[in-house]
């Protein structure tokens, strides 16, 4: 033990051997071992606050100083020795089970912690009262008879006092904790002004005070229950500290009065026959208080907890420039921040309220945008996120990431209000939209490419199992298109596969799909009911390509081959249809090209 821990033990043994002396001399005037006894108590709550609840050694020197106050008022050295071991073990046992039972000032205060000191004050001294019972039937020379009267009145004292006087000493917060406490008041709006707090507190202790005059002026001592109705005030207007030290004030001043003779009863029946019954009472009428100070506690704790999760949040979306919103969803009313109206093309005086939010989504994106919000409400998700179109003022759609977060919730959890932003990511989905088209698209004529045509003929022959009809694939090649790249250059290449691709979109038919496979390859995934329809497409395709191109200072007359191969099931489609198309294009090429072959069909004519 260091000097410093040694002095401060010292000190509170002679504090407690103090208090132990002077309630043993007056419980001796009256006959009996003690009418009042908070030396136990009053021990272990300086324990509590030098946090030395597990120190042994300093329980050891406080059933010495017992013994010593014991041995001092005549009783011999044996009994005094049994007593100060009785009222260590008091002390440390119910020490042991506030450590068992995580009951300490660095908890916060719930009722659990209330409830857990009820228990610990009721079970602790219980073995001390054994031992003490039978030391004091041996200090008074009684008989065995007395044994149980001395083992109750032990129990009752220390319990009671325990009761009444540790909660001041357990629920005592720091500086830190209070300063805390008292800038989360005044940044919620919810302290009061110094003179507002000074006249409540002596209005409740007025009443308080009035509570307890009732029973000497009355004689009725069911009179003193009132006073817990007074200690409720405390408890849901001053915090727990508070209403555990008005407590144990109160009842101080309740059993000096009363033994001073001025309770109903002390004259007749003496200090011994009212003190017992009255601390009692006390204990019982200070502890409903205690309960709902707690759970005042508690709630002032879940919304101190809520409100500094919303002011984060709100330095957070302040500081990321968005859109802001916070929505009260008990009454429906909502704000949008300046950045958020603008977002839609509005003034904040005539943005829609929530109510009318849907009114401005895509309808195509409520449905996902709800669901994801009631996830959210439900507790299943940390935070609420969808991506949706909002229409602008002027008509066109804004796509916006909508993020929130419920940050109060009532005490049987429902929602009560959110807070989110709105982060316009328009350019995002048109950023998107482009490396979607540049993955599916050929980049120079802007047409599907092999890897859309091969997907898409999948889909097509499955339909086709579905639905029916014939499924055509045209395969087109550029005739001679190398000598156009090696005569006028790769730009005029470029420029007639161009050309091409726009003429080969037009051809097509609503529903084909009009593909460049790579180089001067093209494609057409056309369906329909008959072969004729098909020899007709081709013929459309195979003019539309082969009209005049006029490029940069030169004149072309391009044809084009292509290879026409129909499937009638979907078990036809696929590579094995295009390998058919591909033969047929070649008997195209070799048939002197400019003209279309249907695999194991009739050619069309060469166009001049």
């Not at 001294?125 to 020379?141: E, Q, R, W």
Request: aromatic share 8%; hydrophobic share 50%.
């Amino acid at each position: 033990m260091t000097s410093a821990r040694i002095m401060k033990a010292a000190l509170l043994a002679l504090a407690y051997f103090v208090i132990a002396y002077a309630t043993v001399v007056f419980g001796r005037a009256h006959g009996v071992a003690a009418v009042i006894w908070p030396a136990n108590a009053l021990a272990l709550g300086a324990l509590i606050l030098l946090k030395r609840v597990d120190g042994w050694p300093e329980i050891v020197l406080i059933g010495a100083a017992n013994a010593l106050a014991h041995w001092m008022v005549g009783d011999g050295i044996a009994p005094s020795a049994a007593l100060g071991l009785a009222n260590g073990l008091c002390v440390g046992v119910t020490a042991l089970l506030m450590r068992l039972g995580g009951i300490s000032q660095d908890e916060p205060t719930r009722t659990r912690t209330v409830l857990g000191l009820f228990f610990v004050s009721v079970v602790g001294p219980i073995p001390a009262a054994v031992v003490g019972g039978v030391a004091l039937t041996s200090a008074f020379n009684e008989g065995p008879d007395a044994i149980g009267r001395f083992i109750w009145s032990w129990w009752l004292l220390d319990s009671v006092n325990f009761l009444l006087l540790l909660p001041p000493f357990l629920f005592w917060r720091s500086r830190e904790q209070r300063r805390a406490a008292a800038e989360f008041r005044r940044r919620s709006h919810t302290e009061p002004s110094t003179a507002r707090r000074a006249i409540e507190l002596a209005a409740a202790s007025v009443t308080l005070t009035a509570a307890g005059l009732l029973v000497p002026i009355t004689g009725q001592l069911w009179l003193i229950e009132v006073s817990a109705t007074a200690l409720l005030w405390f408890a849901l207007r001053f915090g727990m500290f508070y209403t555990a030290a008005t407590a144990a004030v109160f009842s101080v001043c309740v059993v000096a009065a009363a033994l001073a003779g001025f309770w109903p009863g002390a004259a007749d029946h003496g200090h011994a026959g009212v003190l017992l019954s009255l601390q009692a009472m006390l204990a019982l009428t200070t502890l409903p208080g205690l309960l709902v100070a707690a759970i005042a506690s508690q709630r002032e704790r879940s919304r101190r907890a809520l409100f500094e999760n919303a002011t984060r949040l709100s330095y957070a979306l302040e500081g990321a420039n968005d859109g802001l919103w916070d929505w009260n969803l008990s009454s429906g009313e909502s704000f949008f921040s300046q950045r958020a109206c603008r977002m839609f093309g509005h003034g904040a005086e005539e943005f829609p309220e929530v109510a009318h939010w849907d009114s401005i989504m895509h309808e195509d994106d409520r449905g996902l945008a709800k669901a994801a919000f009631d996830a959210h409400v439900r507790g299943e998700t940390e935070f609420y996120e969808a991506e949706v179109r909002c229409r602008h003022k002027d008509g066109h759609w804004v796509w916006v990431l909508d993020r929130g977060k419920v940050v109060e919730r009532d005490a049987e959890g429902v929602a009560l209000r959110a807070v989110g932003t709105y982060t316009d990511i328009s350019e995002r989905k048109r950023l998107e939209s482009a490396l979607e088209h540049l993955a599916n698209h050929d980049a120079l004529t802007g047409l599907a490419n092999r890897a859309v045509f091969e997907r898409d003929l999948e889909k097509a022959g499955a339909r086709l199992d579905r639905q029916g009809g014939r499924l055509a694939v045209l395969l087109i090649d550029v005739d001679h298109f190398k000598a156009v790249n090696d005569t006028f250059g790769h730009a005029a290449g470029d420029a007639l596969l161009i050309a091409i691709g726009m003429r080969l979109k037009a051809t097509a038919r609503i529903g084909d799909v009009a593909a460049r496979l790579g180089g001067d390859e093209f494609a057409v995934i056309a369906t329909g009911h008959s072969a004729a329809e098909f020899d007709a497409l081709a013929e459309r395709v195979n003019v539309a390509l082969s009209e005049p191109f006029e490029g940069a200072g030169h004149s072309l007359r391009p044809t084009v081959s292509i290879g026409v191969a129909v499937a009638t099931s979907g078990g036809q489609a696929g590579d094995e249809l295009v390998a058919r198309a591909d033969r047929a294009l070649y008997a195209a090429k070799s048939a002197g090209r400019g003209t279309w072959r249907f695999f194991g069909g009739a050619a069309g004519k060469v166009v001049a």
